[in-house]
């Protein structure tokens, strides 16, 4: 009797292994999937899950690394809190901004939750680092940021919270700034023959949003302003001013006001000339900041007209750049009278952060830049 064939058995076996890869594959995939779902609400508004008890124990802290106010200027604040129960999370899981706060071990709903996300290494860093913050981004929605704050008591909660105000407030604030810049950039409409223009020039850019125009460019006065007027009511104003051949001695808090008082004297005046821009006393904060890799100082203040009493907020940073050998004052600033100025001078700050000088650009993006600029 002639012996069967095994390229039967064997052809099945491949099939079989083929369907488990498949498979096991498909379950990868849905373990490790994440929501494309972009994150909703608005960017000042972060969500706290915490247990009402626990959460009025909270509260000041939370309030004192948030809500900082700026004056725009009305006071306004950074961020607004608001509380949610946490058996509600499954209709805010898309959420921009969430904090998950609870006690270990407490029993409370919130803490249990904690317990539940999917990462072994939460609870234990909470307990072995008392100056560890977790973080989880897009975990239920693309572009989001969630916060986990806990401890084993209310009191080292809010230790803990305090001890790394300035790390929370700054995480949400970068998030929120690339959430924002990806809202404002668009290539399509992007203004690349004045951002060549810039480069080819100055050897420098920043992005030019639709609507806004060359309104000032004084090559002998290494500065240049542009604008964006919706209205009467509204107008947004970016200025880039450098000095060359200088040294980062002159980054001190002081050259700031009076340096800008000088521009903007010169630059900033009413349609009549009889009244010009300065910087406003009542409210002018500096701090040191990172920007773009360099060592500079951030400003948020008010400028006034000296005569006629309208003002606004502006944004400014002032930096010293190595390769260039320059000094650099790039400056927003915003009119709006009728409107809630807080996300607009955000929107501001954003913008001025997209600044970068030649060397930091490639190769096809500055041929792009200046082939633009040519046509």
């Known amino acids: 009797m002639k012996k069967e064939s095994s390229v039967y058995p064997v052809w099945i076996m491949l099939a079989i292994t083929f369907v488990i890869i498949v498979l096991a594959f498909l379950l990868f995939f849905l373990i490790n999937y994440k929501s494309e779902k972009a994150a909703k609400g608005f960017e000042d508004e972060i969500l706290v899950f915490a247990?009402?008890?626990?959460?009025?124990?909270?509260?000041?802290?939370?309030?004192?690394?948030?809500?900082?106010?700026?004056?725009?200027?009305?006071?306004?604040?950074?961020?607004?809190?608001?509380?949610?129960?946490?058996?509600?999370?499954?209709?805010?899981?898309?959420?921009?901004?969430?904090?998950?706060?609870?006690?270990?071990?407490?029993?409370?709903?919130?803490?249990?939750?904690?317990?539940?996300?999917?990462d072994p290494s939460v609870e234990g860093k909470s307990i072995s680092d008392t100056n560890a913050i977790y973080y989880k981004h897009d975990i239920w929605a693309k572009n989001q940021l969630v916060a986990i704050l806990s401890a084993p008591t209310v009191q080292e909660l809010n230790g803990k919270i305090l001890q790394n105000s300035d790390n929370l407030f700054f995480t949400f604030q970068k998030k929120s700034d690339?959430?924002?810049?990806?809202?404002?950039?668009?290539?399509?409409?992007?203004?690349?023959?004045i951002e060549g223009k810039f480069l080819s020039?100055?050897?420098?850019?920043?992005?030019?949003?639709?609507?806004?125009?060359?309104?000032?460019?004084?090559?002998?006065?290494?500065?240049?302003?542009?604008?964006?007027?919706?209205?009467?009511?509204m107008e947004h104003r970016i200025f880039i001013h450098w000095i060359d051949n200088a040294t980062p001695d002159y980054l001190i808090q002081d050259s700031i006001k009076a340096l800008r008082n000088r521009l903007t004297k010169e630059f900033y005046q009413s349609t009549d000339d009889t009244s010009y821009a300065i910087v406003a006393s009542d409210y002018f904060v500096s701090k040191e900041v990172n920007f773009n890799g360099r060592y500079a100082l951030f400003t948020q203040g008010?400028?006034?007209?000296?005569?006629?009493?309208?003002?606004?907020?502006?944004?400014?940073y002032f930096f010293y750049d190595e390769k260039s050998k320059r000094i650099y004052m790039i400056d927003g600033s915003i009119y709006a009278p009728k409107h809630y100025k807080r996300n607009l001078i955000q929107q501001m700050d954003v913008t001025l952060q997209s600044f970068r000088t030649e060397s930091e650009l490639?190769?096809?993006?500055?041929?792009?830049?200046?082939?633009a600029a040519k046509d």
């Open 51 to 118: 247990d009402s008890l626990e959460y009025e124990q909270l509260q000041k802290s939370l309030q004192s690394v948030f809500e900082k106010e700026i004056f725009t200027p009305q006071p306004e604040k950074m961020f607004t809190l608001k509380r949610g129960n946490i058996s509600q999370i499954e209709n805010s899981k898309q959420t921009k901004n969430i904090i998950i706060a609870a006690t270990l071990n407490s029993a409370s709903q919130t803490s249990k939750f904690i317990e539940t996300i999917d």
């Open 178 to 193: 690339e959430r924002l810049f990806s809202n404002l950039y668009n290539p399509n409409y992007e203004q690349k023959e």
């Open 201 to 233: 020039d100055y050897g420098w850019i920043i992005y030019v949003q639709p609507d806004f125009k060359l309104v000032s460019n004084k090559p002998e006065e290494k500065f240049v302003l542009l604008k964006k007027s919706s209205d009467k009511e």
């Open 302 to 316: 008010l400028w006034e007209m000296n005569l006629n009493g309208m003002s606004g907020p502006f944004v400014n």
């Open 362 to 371: 490639s190769e096809e993006r500055k041929d792009a830049l200046i082939k």
